[in-house]
């Protein structure tokens, strides 16, 4: 038996429920640069470290807000492309890697996808994704496991937005593309050009202007890319 996680309590003896938390703490608000999905999203006073603890990714002396309480830049400019051109996941299966908030899988569900799986491992991740799919009136099934270490899913396309933010997950997640890729699945990549964005595998289709993790209200949108990611030359 795992003993209780002391993060997991807002009072002695109450286990913090995500979805209770997200639903009072976090606003529901459409997406910058997509006013056609609405998202809970954080703010300066929602207390997020309340729910993640001490336990999560955070550096205690300059706390960081978890990466599903945002739109991303990658994920922004992905979700912006399928709602643009609804064609790319009209009747197919899909799959939203990394899904955080669960914005991407949100488009392609809106856009006429057949069928929608976000894939993520961070149990409030799942719980915003829920929520999320609701305030949308869309159906999506959740995959809370790492997908990056089995075989490719049943889908027709990947849509992979900001998996490349940094080189230990980039390097995690280019062989389960690689896969994805041999067993003949699609592959669309979303992202800002971060430094590990692995720009030889990827042809560039289309680019938007959209704001990224971070960026402070008023400051301009930089372009961001969608990207085929493409087999590796031989």
Request: charged fraction near 25%; charge should be negative.
């Amino acid at each position: 038996m795992v003993a209780d996680d002391p993060a997991d309590f807002d009072a002695p003896g109450r286990r913090l429920d995500p979805a209770e938390f997200i639903r009072t703490n976090l606003r529901l608000a459409p997406v910058r640069a997509l006013p056609e999905i609405q998202l809970y999203t954080a703010h300066p006073g929602s207390g997020l470290r309340r729910l993640v603890g001490s336990g999560d990714d955070l550096d205690e002396s300059e706390p960081q807000p978890p990466y599903w309480a945002y739109a991303w830049a990658g994920g922004a400019v992905l979700a912006r492309h399928i709602l643009d051109h609804p064609e790319i996941v009209t009747g197919r299966r899909v799959l939203d890697l990394g899904a955080g908030s669960g914005l991407v899988a949100l488009a392609a569900a809106k856009a006429g996808a057949a069928e929608v799986i976000a894939a993520e491992i961070d149990r409030n991740g799942v719980a915003a994704i829920r929520l999320n799919a609701a305030a949308n009136a869309v159906e999506i099934t959740i995959f809370d496991k790492d997908l990056t270490t089995g075989p490719p899913p049943a889908a027709d396309l990947v849509l992979a937005g900001d998996v490349f933010y940094c080189r230990e997950v980039a390097l995690r997640v280019m062989p389960f593309l690689d896969r994805c890729l041999a067993s003949g699945i699609e592959v669309l990549v979303g992202d800002p050009r971060r430094n590990d964005l692995p720009l030889t595998r990827l042809r560039l289709i289309a680019e938007y202007e959209v704001p990224d993790f971070g960026d402070a209200k008023g400051i301009a949108s930089r372009p961001s890319g969608v990207f085929w990611f493409k087999a590796e030359e031989r």
